[in-house]
């Protein structure tokens, strides 16, 4: 939300509109379903697996999930928002605002994915390991 605040904010304060088209709003509805199914995905397979979808306790984890989703990507969830992120620039119409998504990229990877996947990598040990090797963490 903070990251679509702010292409907003771009969006109000510089005006640079190039990614303005006749189907926008197509685009834009496809990019918003798609990384839904990618957020919904991924939190299914984890219901599945009755491990926590909490970020904030990765150490709740039970469970090493490697189906479903998880075998196109290791963070589909963070994914979805990211393809969500997209789709907010596509609507604001500004490219300016593609600058945005690269930030959050690099947020979630530093504050968030790298801290989850050091207690993953205490947790599941070479199991994690191999599966780091087999799947990107993005796409």
């Known amino acids: 939300m903070i990251c679509i605040g702010l292409m907003w904010t771009i969006q ?3 005006q640079i509109e190039i990614l303005l088209f006749d189907s926008e709003r ?8 798609l990384g839904v199914i990618f957020g ?10 009755s491990t926590t979808i909490n970020p904030h306790k990765p150490d709740k984890t039970t469970a090493l999930v490697r189906s479903g989703i998880y075998r196109l990507t290791r963070n589909p969830m963070y994914l979805g928002m990211a393809i969500i992120l997209l789709a907010a620039m596509v609507k604001f119409g500004n490219g300016i605002n593609i600058l945005v998504i690269p930030v959050y990229i690099w947020v979630m990877n530093t504050s968030q994915i790298q801290p989850e996947e ?9 199991k994690y390991l191999d599966y780091k ?3 990107r963490r993005w796409l």
């Open 133 to 135: 090797k087999e799947v």
């Open 118 to 126: 050091e207690v993953l990598e205490q947790k599941f040990g070479q």
């Open 26 to 33: 197509y685009i834009v509805r496809g990019l918003l379903v």
């Open 40 to 49: 919904v995905l991924g939190v299914t397979e984890f219901s599945r697996r």
């Open 12 to 14: 109000e304060f510089i």
